[in-house]
DNA sequence: CTAATCACCTGAAGGC
DNA sequence: TGCCTTCAGGTGATTA
């Protein structure tokens, strides 16, 4: 489900309801979902800090830290009072704090992890920059570009190099950019790879300003639905004509993924 | 090194 | 109604 905006939109909500807030205690209903990689005891412990790293959401407490990917279907949801049934579907891990409120880690398909590390590297090593990491400049963007080989969509896909990208995202920067998917990014000319990182940019905060797409299943912490999937331009509009050119977008099967795009539109580069 | 294919899971949707 | 296949905002391991 979430994407770099998505996270984001969970991160902000997350930080304006429940920094400072102490853990009193938690409960596991899905063991697989919950990875405890340091003996720390987090009941007790207060949350100081709450921040993001690609498709990561990093919570400091104490002396230790909990990091959350939402994966598929991954959902953190609020309550401000403890419901009576809390073992609800696809609940697998609910935090109560001390004030009585607290908030539910719902999965439905299992696929979400929750890691309580005591450093929050341990579990980033693989992760690079964050796409809207203001340190991130076009220059260092076009080097990692000039180094790849692998398809665009690949690279913009792959987290280690920059992350926060996925399916949906990758497929709208390269249709504003008017970029084929399998085109090989380091034969992308240097004016194209350059309108790929502002293009990225752009559409990673009109999302988060939109708070995220919902395609089914994505929710922030009090439940409400994105709003950014009412201005895709290719993802899912196959079949559909290309707003700029008229042309019918097509979706095929790239780098295992649904890929959406223009055939007019969207230059190969190889 | 890169690419392709599973594996992990559940549920929705479409074909027959 | 029901059975079967395919697909889904992701990533990590394995295979070639």
Redesign the pocket.
């Known amino acids: ?3 770099l905006p ?1 996270v984001e939109t969970v991160v902000r909500e997350l930080k304006s309801k429940i920094v400072g807030k102490t853990i009193e205690d938690y409960t596991v209903f899905w063991h ?1 979902t919950f990875v405890k990689k340091c003996d720390r005891d987090i009941k007790q412990q207060t949350i100081r800090e709450i921040g993001r790293q ?3 959401i990093l919570i400091k407490l104490d002396n230790c830290f909990l990091v959350i ?5 991954g959902q953190v949801l609020l309550f401000e009072q403890h419901p009576n049934e809390i073992e609800a ?2 609940n697998r891990v609910a935090f109560t704090f001390t004030d009585g409120s607290g908030f539910i880690f719902n999965d ?4 979400g992890r929750i890691y309580q590390v005591n450093q929050a590297d341990e ?1 980033l090593e ?2 690079g920059i964050d796409a809207i990491d203001p340190n991130l400049t076009v220059t260092q963007f076009k080097t990692f570009m000039g ?5 665009v969509k ?1 690279f913009l ?1 792959d ?1 280690a190099s920059v ?1 926060g ?4 995202y990758t497929d709208e920067v390269l249709f504003r950019s008017k970029v084929h998917p399998a085109s ?1 990014t380091s034969k992308i000319p240097a004016l194209k790879q350059h309108l790929i990182f502002e293009n990225m940019q752009q559409v990673l905060a009109f999302a988060i300003k939109n708070m ?7 929710r922030d912490p009090n439940g409400n639905l ?1 709003n950014n999937q009412k201005f895709f331009n290719v ?2 509009q196959q079949g559909k004509e290309c707003v700029q050119c008229k042309s019918i977008i097509e ?1 095929i ?6 890929t959406h795009f223009c055939p007019k539109c969207q230059k190969i580069y190889k």
Do not use: C, W
């Open positions: 489900m979430p994407e998505e697989k690609g498709k990561y990917h939402l994966r598929m279907t579907a696809h439905t398909r299992k696929f579990v693989k992760v180094k790849s080989r692998k398809p690949t896909m987290q992350s990208m996925g399916n949906i090989v995220g797409s919902t395609i089914s299943d994505y994105g993802y899912q979706k099967r790239f780098a295992g993924r649904g």
